[in-house]
């Protein structure tokens, strides 16, 4: 099982590895300002019929098919175009 995380903030700088935030200031990490862009995240994602914690992270197992993978990936594209059009979510 993998669990992916995601994080909508300020890119302090590159990683080296693709493990690792784009940021060390845990301030910024869980930043609370950014819950209603997560939770909305959710919404439109779960109206795609992907289920996720919130928007916050997506749990990824050996049970899902390449099929459910290219469908999550769909979801999430439109989703974020969809949040882009009402003004959710800032396209920087």
Same mark, same amino acid.
């Given at each position: 099982?993998?669990?992916? !995380?995601?994080? /909508? ?7 080296? *590895? *693709?493990?690792?935030?784009? %940021?060390?200031?845990?301030?910024? #990490? ?13 919404? !439109?994602?779960? +109206?795609?019929?992907?289920a %996720? ?7 990824? &197992?050996?049970? !899902?098919?390449?099929?459910?993978? *290219? +469908? %999550? #990936? +769909?979801? /999430?594209?439109d989703?974020? *175009? ?7 979510? &800032?396209?920087?």
């Amino acid at each position: 099982r993998s669990i992916v !995380h995601l994080y /909508f903030g300020p890119i302090d700088y590159e990683p080296s *590895d *693709d493990t690792l935030p784009p %940021t060390k200031d845990i301030q910024k #990490i869980m930043n609370p300002a950014m819950m209603p862009i997560r939770i909305r995240l959710g919404l !439109h994602l779960l +109206q795609r019929g992907i289920a %996720t914690m919130s928007g916050r992270f997506f749990i990824l &197992s050996a049970a !899902h098919t390449e099929q459910d993978i *290219d +469908q %999550t #990936i +769909q979801a /999430f594209g439109d989703s974020l *175009d969809a949040m882009i059009a009402e003004g959710s979510l &800032s396209k920087a």
